[in-house]
DNA sequence: CTAATGACCATTA
DNA sequence: ATAATGGCCATTA
C-alpha cells in the first residue's frame, strides 16, 4: 500500500532517538506539505509501538497531542534528552 | 457521494 | 498570556 499513512509510518519511523519532527516535516516528508492535520489523526489512530509517535511534536516547540496524554509524551521526550515547552 | 472528526497551523483581538 | 477564527487535509462512518 502507497497510502498516505503508510507514508507517514515511514517517515515517522526514520526519526532517531533524541530527535524530534513536526507534525508539517513529517506530512512534508510523506510527500504532501499541507496535511499536517491528516498526519494527526493518523499517528492518534496508530498504536504501533514500532513507530515513534512520541517524536512528532507541534511547531510552537510544544508537546502537542498524545493518546497516552501529552504528560506521558513529554516524559518520554524528557527520557530522550529532549526538551519540549511547557 | 456527504458529513463529521481531529495528537494542527497561523493570525487576530 | 488566553480565546476565537479561518484554513487545511486524509480517514472513517
Redo the contacts with the bound molecule.
Sequence with gaps: MT???ERVYAAVKKVSAGQTR???EIARAAG?P?????V???????RDARIP??R?I???GTA????RGTRA?MKRLAAEGVYVKP
Design positions: 497510502s498516505f499513512t513536526t507534525y508539517k504532501k499541507r496535511a499536517w492535520r491528516a494527526g489523526n493518523v499517528l492518534n489512530k496508530n509517535c512520541h512528532v507541534r511547531s510552537d502537542g497531542g498524545y493518546a509524551k
